[in-house]
Structure formats: structure tokens, C-alpha cells
């Protein structure tokens, strides 16, 4: 084959993959806040990701770039153990509820291969279409949350509950920000973003998840190296705080928004309400049934647990893990942290913290969205090395 028809045959290929994946997964963002069904069952936006796995599985060629292999590796054993501990309960209780929670994982790690594959077919402009259609989608939400509202004390907007509001912005948040260098202009789009973000999260009045995303986005702010963006954010602070000081009626109808009113409320009783004690989270059983800790308890019938909040999963992603697949299960897990995290700049690995640091009042392993950030982040490291290679590669096609 000649070089010029090799070259032909390579662009073609190119813009089918362009034209092709990327409406469809710009969808998937702008679809993901809404649900349509109840939680746990799969929502429409989960649709156009099997779409795109299915076509990537049967498209050519199909392989998984050696950089890739032990991630998928490991994702792979960490679903397989959950799959085996489900089982194994299900059949030892004669309650086959308990495999459901496989479902989860399964479409979960299958997300994640998704992207290492949507990488090796779209390369760096991955991060750019992520970038614009999540941010897309944030501001769609802001914008639509001044005409509509669930009407219930906790904001859940089109969510089915105000904790899936507050843990979705601050997964899109984190995305937001790993992927901001694939643009590095727009700032009052990006602003506007991450406000809206920040928004939504405090609506939801999940205290776990407004700390989480204020010290997130601060803490990026002091590692970035993008010095406009820090110097804009001041300027913007240093004006709200003056207006804040100054203008009396600036001041008051701030203090008598009714949102911020239930924000004060809520931040102001950390430590005091019944669901910040241990106990009520379902700690007590990781203390009181600890012969599940090896191998795991598998996620489901939880009546057999000795725990104050019986009928319920711990209400902790790590608490969760180690409760339900025991300490080889938790070790996988983390083994996909530190794949994740591994050579990856502070400033771009620091958001997961923050993420973590949500699950440990919070159970939030099954959301995709977690895991479609994992894998950006994985990405990452790839895409900083290769970005520029990438791009000149996309402006040639």
C-alpha cells in the first residue's frame, strides 16, 4: 500500500471515529443529571455508553495499548472479586438479591475500558469533547435550576435524590478541572462552570460534598499552574467580598436567600445530627460482625448485620469496600488508586482526594461518573505526554 493511500485510508478512519463517538458521548454528559427511572436501574444516558462499547468492541482494530494492560488488569480481578463474594453469598443465603450489586462494578469497569478505548481512537481530543460537553452540561443544570425544583428542603433538581446532586457536581467539578489544560482559554466559560458546580452542590446541602468541593477547587487553585486563573479568582473574591462589606442590601439579600439560609443550617450542625455519628453510618458492623473483613460480607442482605442502621449498606465507599469484599477486595481497589494517581502532577491528582475524602461519610463506588474520572485521570499522564503529538495529528486530519 502506498504511503499517500495509507495516509488517506488513515484519515478516514479518523473522521468516522470523530464524527462518529464523539456526538454520542457529548450526549451521554448532557443527558447524565437526568434521571428518567429509579435509582439503581439503568438510566438513559447509561445507553449511549453500552452503544459506544458495543461498537468499539466489533470496530477495527481493537487493542489495548500496553500502557494500559495492568489497570484493565486489575479492574478486571477487582470486578471478578466481587462477582465470586456475591455469589458465593448468594447461593450460601438462597438470596440471589445479593449478585445485583455485580451489576454495578461490571458496567463500571466496563466504562472504564471504554475510555482507555475511546483514547486510542480519538486521542487528546478525548479530553477537549469531555471538557466542553461537561461543562455543557453544568451550566445547562445552573440554568435550568432557577425554573425548576424537586420542592423538597434538599435540592435534588433532576436527580431522584439530593446526595446523587451533590456527589455528581463534585465528580464533574474534579473532571472539570484535569481537563481544563486541554483548552486553556475560555475563562469565563470555565468560571461560570465552576460556580455552577459549586452551586449545585450546596443546593443539594450534602455537607460532605460542599466541603469536599470548595476545598477541591481551592487546592487546585494553589497547585495549578495556570497563574490567570488564580489571579482572576482573587479578582472576582476581592470583588463579592467587597460588595459583601459595602453595600447593605448586598449583604442582606444574600443572608435571606433561603438556599443560603439551609446551607448555614446544615454546615452549622456537622457533628450534631444523627447521621454524623459512626454508628448511624454502619461503622459498628465492620466492628461487631469483623469475620467478614478477609474475604467480605458481599453487598446485600443487611439484616444479618449486628449495626444501628440495619436494612442498609454502610453509608462509606472505603467502609463499604472493606465491609463487603474484605481486605483482598480493598487492596484491589487501591491498587486502582495508585494506577490512577501514579507520576500524575499534584495539581492534577489532588481533586481525587477530595472525591475520597466524600466517600468516607458517603457510599459513592457505584456512580459511573466516578469511574469515568478515574480513567481521565489514568489517561492524563498520556495525554500531557502526547498532547501536542495529538493535536498536530487532529489539525493534519
Given at each position: 500500500?502506498?504511503?499517500?493511500?495509507?495516509?488517506?485510508?488513515?484519515?478516514?478512519?479518523?473522521?468516522?471515529?470523530?464524527?462518529?463517538?464523539?456526538?454520542?458521548?457529548?450526549?451521554?454528559?448532557?443527558?447524565?443529571?437526568?434521571?428518567?427511572?429509579?435509582?439503581?436501574?439503568?438510566?438513559?444516558?447509561?445507553?449511549?455508553?453500552?452503544?459506544?462499547?458495543?461498537?468499539?468492541?466489533?470496530?477495527?482494530?481493537?487493542?489495548?495499548?500496553?500502557?494500559?494492560?495492568?489497570?484493565?488488569?486489575?479492574?478486571?480481578?477487582?470486578?471478578?472479586?466481587?462477582?465470586?463474594?456475591?455469589?458465593?453469598?448468594?447461593?450460601?443465603?438462597?438470596?440471589?438479591?445479593?449478585?445485583?450489586?455485580?451489576?454495578?462494578?461490571?458496567?463500571?469497569?466496563?466504562?472504564?475500558?471504554?475510555?482507555?478505548?475511546?483514547?486510542?481512537?480519538?486521542?487528546?481530543?478525548?479530553?477537549?469533547?469531555?471538557?466542553?460537553?461537561?461543562?455543557?452540561?453544568?451550566?445547562?443544570?445552573?440554568?435550568?435550576?432557577?425554573?425548576?425544583?424537586?420542592?423538597?428542603?434538599?435540592?435534588?433538581?433532576?436527580?431522584?435524590?439530593?446526595?446523587?446532586?451533590?456527589?455528581?457536581?463534585?465528580?464533574?467539578?474534579?473532571?472539570?478541572?484535569?481537563?481544563?489544560?486541554?483548552?486553556?482559554?475560555?475563562?469565563?466559560?470555565?468560571?461560570?462552570?465552576?460556580?455552577?458546580?459549586?452551586?449545585?452542590?450546596?443546593?443539594?446541602?450534602?455537607?460532605?460534598?460542599?466541603?469536599?468541593?470548595?476545598?477541591?477547587?481551592?487546592?487546585?487553585?494553589?497547585?495549578?499552574?495556570?497563574?490567570?486563573?488564580?489571579?482572576?479568582?482573587?479578582?472576582?473574591?476581592?470583588?463579592?467580598?467587597?460588595?459583601?462589606?459595602?453595600?447593605?442590601?448586598?449583604?442582606?439579600?444574600?443572608?435571606?436567600?433561603?438556599?443560603?439560609?439551609?446551607?448555614?443550617?446544615?454546615?452549622?450542625?456537622?457533628?450534631?445530627?444523627?447521621?454524623?455519628?459512626?454508628?448511624?453510618?454502619?461503622?459498628?458492623?465492620?466492628?461487631?460482625?469483623?469475620?467478614?473483613?478477609?474475604?467480605?460480607?458481599?453487598?446485600?442482605?443487611?439484616?444479618?448485620?449486628?449495626?444501628?442502621?440495619?436494612?442498609?449498606?454502610?453509608?462509606?465507599?472505603?467502609?463499604?469496600?472493606?465491609?463487603?469484599?474484605?481486605?483482598?477486595?480493598?487492596?484491589?481497589?487501591?491498587?486502582?488508586?495508585?494506577?490512577s494517581v501514579y507520576r500524575r502532577p499534584l495539581a492534577m491528582s489532588s481533586p481525587l482526594f477530595f472525591i475520597l475524602l466524600y466517600g468516607i461519610a458517603h457510599n459513592g463506588i457505584r456512580n459511573t461518573i466516578f469511574w469515568i474520572f478515574l480513567s481521565l485521570l489514568f489517561l492524563s499522564r498520556i495525554y500531557v505526554k502526547e498532547g501536542k503529538e495529538g493535536d498536530d495529528h487532529a489539525n493534519v486530519h
Amino acid at each position: 500500500m502506498s504511503p499517500i493511500r495509507d495516509l488517506a485510508e488513515q484519515q478516514s478512519i479518523f473522521l468516522y471515529n470523530r464524527n462518529f463517538y464523539l456526538p454520542i458521548l457529548s450526549f451521554y454528559f448532557l443527558l447524565s443529571p437526568f434521571y428518567f427511572f429509579d435509582s439503581g436501574l439503568p438510566q438513559l444516558s447509561d445507553l449511549t455508553l453500552m452503544t459506544m462499547f458495543v461498537f468499539l468492541i466489533f470496530s477495527r482494530p481493537l487493542t489495548v495499548y500496553r500502557s494500559y494492560n495492568l489497570l484493565v488488569f486489575t479492574g478486571i480481578c477487582f470486578v471478578s472479586y466481587i462477582i465470586i463474594v456475591n455469589s458465593f453469598w448468594a447461593f450460601w443465603l438462597s438470596d440471589f438479591t445479593v449478585l445485583y450489586a455485580s451489576l454495578f462494578y461490571m458496567f463500571n469497569i466496563m466504562t472504564v475500558i471504554l475510555f482507555l478505548l475511546l483514547y486510542e481512537k480519538l486521542g487528546p481530543l478525548l479530553f477537549k469533547v469531555v471538557y466542553v460537553s461537561i461543562t455543557t452540561s453544568v451550566i445547562l443544570q445552573f440554568g435550568l435550576s432557577f425554573f425548576f425544583s424537586s420542592g423538597s428542603y434538599r435540592e435534588s433538581l433532576f436527580y431522584n435524590n439530593p446526595n446523587q446532586l451533590g456527589y455528581a457536581n463534585l465528580v464533574s467539578l474534579a473532571i472539570i478541572l484535569i481537563t481544563y489544560q486541554s483548552v486553556k482559554r475560555g475563562r469565563i466559560w470555565f468560571f461560570v462552570a465552576v460556580t455552577g458546580c459549586l452551586v449545585l452542590i450546596a443546593a443539594s446541602l450534602s455537607k460532605a460534598a460542599t466541603i469536599s468541593g470548595a476545598v477541591m477547587f481551592v487546592t487546585w487553585l494553589l497547585l495549578s499552574k495556570h497563574w490567570s486563573v488564580k489571579i482572576n479568582t482573587m479578582l472576582i473574591a476581592v470583588v463579592f467580598a467587597f460588595l459583601f462589606v459595602t453595600v447593605p442590601s448586598f449583604q442582606e439579600s444574600f443572608k435571606e436567600n433561603e438556599r443560603v439560609t439551609k446551607l448555614e443550617t446544615r454546615l452549622n450542625d456537622i457533628g450534631q445530627a444523627n447521621d454524623d455519628n459512626p454508628a448511624n453510618r454502619g461503622y459498628d458492623r465492620i466492628i461487631n460482625d469483623s469475620e467478614y473483613l478477609v474475604f467480605g460480607a458481599g453487598e446485600g442482605a443487611y439484616t444479618r448485620f449486628d449495626t444501628k442502621l440495619s436494612g442498609y449498606e454502610i453509608h462509606s465507599t472505603f467502609g463499604n469496600l472493606l465491609f463487603s469484599y474484605g481486605v483482598i477486595g480493598m487492596v484491589l481497589f487501591i491498587a486502582l488508586i495508585v494506577l490512577s494517581v501514579y507520576r500524575r502532577p499534584l495539581a492534577m491528582s489532588s481533586p481525587l482526594f477530595f472525591i475520597l475524602l466524600y466517600g468516607i461519610a458517603h457510599n459513592g463506588i457505584r456512580n459511573t461518573i466516578f469511574w469515568i474520572f478515574l480513567s481521565l485521570l489514568f489517561l492524563s499522564r498520556i495525554y500531557v505526554k502526547e498532547g501536542k503529538e495529538g493535536d498536530d495529528h487532529a489539525n493534519v486530519h
